[in-house]
C-alpha cells in the first residue's frame, strides 16, 4: 500500500533551516508529482511546494518563494522541503502529498515550529 512518511520536523529559531524529508513506497515513485503541504492552528491546509515527476518542474506558495527549495531523489524514492530563514509564521504541521490514479495520499505530517 501507498506510504508517505515524513520527518525533519522540529523547534527552531527565527532566520534557522530544516530539511524536511518524506519517504514514499508503495507505488512508481518516479511516475508522480509530489506536493507539500501545511497546516497551522485555526487556519485551512495550504499548498506549500510541488515538483513534477523528474524533479525539472517546481512551484510554490508566494509565501515561501526564495526561501524553500523542494527537491526528490527518485533512486531513493524521497522528497525533500529544504526551508531557510524560517520565520515564525512557518510554524505548521508539514505534511507530503501524492495524488495517484485520482486518489490522494498523505502522510502523518512533522510539525515545524518556528520560535525564539
Known amino acids: 500500500q501507498v506510504q508517505l512518511v515524513e520527518s525533519g520536523g522540529g523547534l527552531v529559531q527565527p532566520g534557522g533551516s530544516l530539511r524536511l524529508s518524506c519517504a514514499a513506497s508503495g507505488f512508481s515513485f518516479r511516475y508522480y508529482a509530489m506536493n507539500w503541504y501545511r497546516q497551522a492552528p485555526g487556519k485551512e491546509r495550504e499548498l506549500v511546494a510541488t515538483?513534477?515527476?523528474?524533479?525539472?518542474?517546481?512551484s510554490y506558495a508566494d509565501s515561501v518563494k526564495g526561501r524553500f527549495t523542494i527537491s526528490r531523489d527518485n533512486a531513493k524514492n524521497m522528497v525533500y522541503l529544504q526551508m531557510n530563514n524560517l520565520k515564525p509564521d512557518d510554524t505548521a504541521h508539514y505534511y507530503c502529498?501524492?495524488?495517484?490514479?485520482?486518489?490522494?495520499?498523505w502522510g502523518q505530517g512533522t510539525q515545524v515550529t518556528v520560535s525564539s
Open positions: 502529498q501524492a495524488r495517484i490514479r485520482g486518489a490522494e495520499y
Open positions: 515538483i513534477g515527476s523528474l524533479g525539472g518542474s517546481t
